[in-house]
Nanobody
Framework: QVQLVESGGGLVQAGGSLRLSCAASGSRISRLNAMGWYRQAPGKQRELVAR???????NYADSVKGRFTISRDNAKNTVYLQMNSLKPEDIAVYYC?????????????WGQGTQVTVSS
């Protein structure tokens, strides 16, 4: 079982920056298939923001390309999302996700979420 704890959300002015952290326990993130950040805005479906695979490949939602960067520190067992040039449309609850592949198939693990609010 993988436990994920997010931190780093908060209130920031438009154009500002935040760094989200996702601390994992129960498994080394280097042994997981992928780690990612998703977000869910009020009234909208949860969407992928950024993802990093065990091999280090990354992909981003078009809306955040060039502004957000996902990274990981295997020694700290933590994944980060650096968010720059924040916009009001980035307002959402951000969730950390971990994907493991086992004999029974794919396993998804989620954190509790952290709120990001951007004032215009």
């Amino acid at each position: 079982q993988v436990q994920l704890v997010e931190s780093g959300g908060g209130l920031v002015q438009a154009g500002g920056s935040l760094r989200l952290s996702c601390a994992a326990s129960g498994s080394r993130i280097s042994r997981l298939n992928a780690m990612g950040w998703y977000r869910q805005a009020p009234g909208k479906q949860r969407e992928l923001v950024a993802r990093i695979t065990s091999g280090g490949s990354t992909n981003y939602a078009d809306s955040v390309k060039g502004r957000f960067t996902i990274s990981r520190d295997n020694a700290k067992n933590t994944v980060y999302l650096q968010m720059n040039s924040l916009k009001p449309e980035d307002i959402a609850v951000y969730y950390c996700n971990a994907v493991g592949i086992g004999t029974m198939g794919r396993y998804d693990y989620w954190g509790q979420g952290t709120q990001v609010t951007v004032s215009s």
